[in-house]
């Protein structure tokens, strides 16, 4: 007889990678044990692998429900007639989803070389996808950025890299600093894009 899914499968799925990314970014996905993971969750190690055949799959599904997320997070921002609106408030919704995702971003950095090449390719192509939505909102403002790919990359990745570092250097930890942010860089970004 197969083995029934518990109630609080779903649950037990997040607080383990919650738990993980913690420990993955404080001491390095290599240098991680599944059995540091364990004791982080209070949990066992057999029961880590109830949910996870290893290391690699549990790391690949931290990455990919946190890019999944981010790429949920801009298709739900409304698109506007007036483009420099519409990218503001992606960048807005883009650092309020990151609240309280420093360890993924530390993660997401330096942990590729845990993953196979089936799941990195995975991985960067969710990627790809969130930085192709912003290069189009960037378009609306920009639009001579389309006729030279690298530069649309580089000023895409540029913005990325002033959402991205927001947790290295401020302490403020509120929603309204964090709007007051996000609507400060897109108005620098977007000046600067512009004049491209």
């Not at 506007?80 to 360890?103: C, F, K, P, Q």
Request: glycine share 8%; charged share 25%.
């Amino acid at each position: 007889m197969a083995r029934t899914i518990a109630k609080d499968h779903d649950e037990k799925r997040v607080g383990i990678r919650i738990s993980a990314a913690k420990i993955f970014a404080a001491q390095g996905v290599d240098r991680a044990s599944m059995s540091a993971i364990a004791k982080e969750c209070g949990i066992s190690k057999a029961l880590i692998y109830h949910y996870y055949s290893g290391k690699a799959e549990l790391l690949f599904d931290i990455l990919d429900c946190h890019l999944e997320g981010l790429n949920s997070v801009i298709d739900a921002v409304e698109p506007t007639e007036d483009g420099r609106a519409y990218l503001r408030d992606i960048v807005v919704e883009i650092l309020l989803a990151y609240e309280g995702a420093d360890d993924l971003h530390r993660i997401l950095i330096n942990s590729k070389d845990v993953l196979s090449k089936t799941q990195m390719t995975e991985i960067s192509g969710i990627q790809r996808r969130l930085v192709g939505k912003v290069s189009d909102a960037i378009l609306a403002v920009a639009p001579g950025l389309a006729q030279d790919a690298g530069k649309l990359h580089s000023a895409t990745m540029s913005l990325f890299g002033m959402t991205n570092w927001y947790f290295m250097w401020n302490r403020k930890e509120d929603t309204a600093h964090r709007r007051d942010y996000a609507r400060m860089i897109a108005d620098l970004f977007m000046d600067g894009a512009g004049a491209v």
